[in-house]
């Protein structure tokens, strides 16, 4: 009797355990092993706001399956277990598990999906703080322990965030409802700079409605830790130095690609450090695959970037897992998909803004409308306006992309999917208002709000073209 | 100076609106009159239940645009006015005021938009009683008016409703809130025919859970006045007799299409006797158009069709304001998109279910999967179940058609757009899993509760084609 084919997934979260479940799926023979270097396999990571908030009552919550779950998948889990080297050659993996024991572990195929790490951003003294001082990053579930442990012994009233994009706005609300007085920091001149700030400005508002201190173009310069044990942040606005001095400190900028496994090995890096892959996720490795946060992003509009998403590992995961078994399967491509909820708001984009169709070099002359239709018809009770931005090309009258944010009983996630669904099939901004789309006065209108807003780009960008048609006839 | 250019639209409705609001956006030197038979011209016939419900608290809000709204656009809007005959030889189109007075207006074009009408079933006694005895149809504003007079003079405390489609269920929830206990008749197996009755039966449990008494499979045969007043609907089901007597009884079995005018002039009628015409909206008559509930449907799946939806009589009408003026616009078809909410419910559908695949005659073999994923996360507070029902064909794999019932704070109405615009772009139920859809554990998962709906169809129809792709590798 043969041997079973082996295929191991390096990593616990979204992409290892995608690719480790879709070669279950299709493939019941093929042994599968997973390395993590936890003992949190397949934790929502989303989720970590949710439970420092308290709405998430227990950590345990926050495991998309359990290890009941994934071991009746028939796959082995390997936690507390860091895998220390891969031997392309060989075809082997070095791990190590908690007690320092060593093992080589043979592979048919394996599947890198060792994530992404928080950015350390140069700060002085940040580099002498920690957790023990209430200084933290929050990326990972052991992050979110010594959070947790942070808030219950440090009982802080007061905080400072650095970073106010997703994770840090999400941090805002979840320190707030916790009854902590918050300021956010963020160098940019808005918060969410992935939404143009015009839509991040309401955003901002409804933090500062929520009583978040907001401090925009404001580079934090140091942390220092006061006799007291409290934690001043200095920074500078304006050519002003302003500084806070607060119980607790969180630093959430950004993450980037943990690549240094699959560099060691050979393996070739691109965009942002990240690990270079095909369509079909494999690597310049032999039999060696790779997804999620640690490689680059084939993106439908931009080609190849680094855009780092949950989603996006799910699906290149399940891709690497059906290949590693011999497959063909392709990763389509990304829009950037991205929806996030702040207190009442729900902001949300895909595909591109002005800035970054200019940027992807493909000839296209971006040009952007707002508009703010109702979600659902206005003598219904519950109405509220849904501020929409839609980006086309001038030239071809191609959807580029759409930003949306709305109050969270305006479905704005769902339709910010109408848009990348569109989008992803590349249509024109003209042509959605072809689209299908249900009606009821409870939910919606004739027209969309989706579509309102596309009419009102064509309206403003190119509605000489359907004129001229008439002329010309 | 030539004359301007005349378009005339017949009807105030959805078709006949869009058509003069899209001319005279395009054109402004086109004269536009709209001919509307009554004085509710743009009204929401939509919102009609929740007027009746007391949620809207005056009629005029159901306006789409006020008069003076639609003035402001430059259309001329005649209202009380009736038109009576088409001559299209000549291009002329009588009408005939509220005063009894004859006017012949010329026209370059014409649109017909002239709706439907209620469908009075053959039940004995329903022609000799009517709005005076409690017998209420409800399709127009006149209607309208005629109810709200009788719940206010009767006062009733029961009613029994006649039909359980869309404008059924939501008067079921409209007279509930209103204090009337109901009992709702249906005489298909289940409420909601146009879902399969796994789904229709959700809807069901709903209606019984706010008190409504839910009669299937029955059939009304008599509606008869007492000499109270109250009134006897007498039904048969399983060849049993039943009856409740009531203060009030609606009358909602379904609409048929109004072409009387345009049949007169020599309108080519098709499908359950709508008008006939082109992608373009043209009738075969010369430089007439007609548009909305009177027209058969360009269905993208089924071909030729009658189905009378607002949001396609919109589409429809601007297409053919559009090609009025000598445009050449098509209309795209429509994938029979709908939505309701039933008190606390919503249930949605677009594309087709196993039984219309098949009565398409495309080769299509149908088959179709339920899932109930939670509309997100469990672990964040307030995540419900939908119940998702996908078509799709064994052979092709393609998708066709998406049933949704859910909570209705499960965005339910929003994620059948996604549907419906994949379906409208032709593609498979595997390729779904494809799209960038967006996450936040408070609104979605990973994979959206669609994608989990069609992963479940492709695994129990369709999986063993990529476990083939993996043996011949």
């Known amino acids: 009797m043969p041997t079973a084919r082996q295929l191991i997934a390096i990593g616990g979260s979204d992409a290892g355990i995608s690719a480790a479940l879709r070669a279950r799926e299709l493939d019941p023979a093929t042994e599968v092993t997973v390395v993590v270097a936890d003992n949190y396999p397949n934790f929502s990571i989303c989720g970590i706001p949710y439970y420092v908030s308290g709405e998430v009552t227990h950590w345990s919550n926050l495991a998309h399956r359990t290890a009941a779950d994934l071991a009746a ?68 579930m052991g992050d979110t322990f010594t959070v947790m442990d942070s808030l219950r012994d440090r009982d802080p009233k007061t905080a400072v965030i650095i970073g106010a994009g997703y994770i840090g706005l999400e941090m805002a609300e979840g320190l707030t409802m916790r009854g902590i007085q918050v300021t956010q920091i963020e160098a940019l001149p808005e918060v969410l700079p992935t939404v143009d700030s015009e839509l991040g400005a ?59 496994l699959a560099a060691n090995a050979g393996a070739e890096l691109g965009v942002k450090g990240s690990i270079v892959v095909d369509e079909q996720m494999r690597t310049n490795l032999p039999d060696v695959f790779a997804a999620g946060d640690c490689v680059h992003t084939h993106h439908r509009l931009l080609g190849t970037t ?68 109702d979600d659902h018809k206005a003598y219904y009770p519950g109405a509220t306006p849904i501020t ?36 992803f099939h590349g249509t024109t901004v003209d042509a959605f208002s072809e689209l299908d789309l249900s009606y009821t006065p409870p939910l919606g209108s004739p027209w969309d709000a989706t579509q309102v807003a596309t009419q009102t780009w064509v309206r403003e960008h190119h509605l000489d073209r359907h004129r001229t048609a008439l002329r010309q006839h």
């Not at 392309?88 to 592979?107: C, F, I, N, W």
């Not at 931005?389 to 759409?402: F, K, N």
Request: glycine share 10%; proline share 3%; hydrophobic share 40%.
């Open 73 to 140: 998948t028939g796959m082995r889990v390997l936690t507390d277990t860091t895998a220390t080297r891969i031997d392309p050659s060989a075809h082997t993996l070095t791990v190590r598990d908690a007690s320092g024991t060593e093992q080589v572990l043979s592979y048919d195929a394996l599947v890198v999906g060792t994530g992404a790490t928080s950015v350390r951003p140069p700060i002085t003294g940040l580099d002498r703080l920690g957790a023990a001082e209430g200084v933290h990053l929050l990326h990972s």
């Open 202 to 260: 309401l955003v901002h508002a409804e933090l500062e409605r929520n009583k978040v201190e907001v401090l925009t173009d404001t580079l934090v310069t140091a942390v220092t830790r006061e006799p007291s044990g409290a934690l001043t942040v200095t920074a500078a606005r304006d050519g002003e130095t302003l500084s806070r001095t607060v119980d607790f400190v969180l630093v959430v900028v950004g993450v980037k690609p943990d690549v240094a």
């Open 306 to 373: 680094w855009l780092p998403l949950g989603t996006t590992a799910h699906k290149q995961g399940r891709v690497a897992g059906e290949n590693a078994l011999g497959g063909s399967a392709r990763f389509a491509g990304s829009l950037g998909t991205q929806v996030v909820k702040i207190f009442d708001l729900v902001a949300a984009r895909t595909g591109l803004k002005d800035g970054e169709a200019v940027a992807a070099d493909r000839g296209w002359v971006p040009v952007s409308s707002t508009a703010t239709p």
């Open 388 to 423: 929409i931005r839609i980006t086309g090309d001038q030239q071809s009258g191609v959807l580029l992309g759409a930003q949306l944010v709305g109050h969270r009983s305006a479905e704005v996630s769902k339709r910010v999917d109408t848009y990348a669904t569109a989008l």
